[in-house]
């Protein structure tokens, strides 16, 4: 079992950085895939970026490619997701997720736990 509970999100102007933290229990989180994703108002849940569970792999969405950067420290057992250059289409809940695995996955139901999510502002 995996909870993962999300936090670092706020309001920003364009142009701006946040950093997310997706702090995860369990001491198998190593053994864990890590993902992030992200839902706006009115729209469908989309991919983010991925990081396999070793840090060596990770995967971007082409929205986001050159901005935004996924880690993970599996001492701390949390991952991260660094977005600079931020945009008012950047602005939505941002979800951490879980997949048991050792790549990475772009997938939704590839993963296996979920965070409650927290929100990100983008000001124009």
């Known amino acids: 079992q995996v909870q993962l509970v999300e936090s670092g999100g706020g309001l920003v102007q364009a142009g701006g950085s946040l950093r997310l933290s997706c702090a995860a229990s369990?001491?198998?989180?190593?053994?864990?895939?890590m993902g992030w994703f992200r839902q706006a108002p009115g729209k469908e849940r989309e991919f983010v970026a991925a990081?396999?569970?070793?840090?060596?792999?990770?995967k971007y969405a082409d929205s986001v490619k050159g901005r935004f950067t996924i880690s993970r420290d599996n001492a701390k057992i949390t991952g991260y997701l660094q977005m600079n250059s931020l945009k008012p289409e950047d602005t939505s809940v941002y979800y951490c997720?879980?997949?048991?695995?050792?790549?990475?996955?772009?997938?939704?139901?590839?993963?296996?736990?979920w965070g409650q999510g927290t929100q990100v502002t983008v000001s124009s």
């Open positions: 997720a879980a997949a048991y695995g050792s790549g990475w996955y772009a997938q939704q139901q590839e993963y296996d736990y």
């Open positions: 369990g001491r198998t989180f190593s053994r864990y895939a």
């Open positions: 990081i396999s569970w070793s840090g060596g792999s990770t």
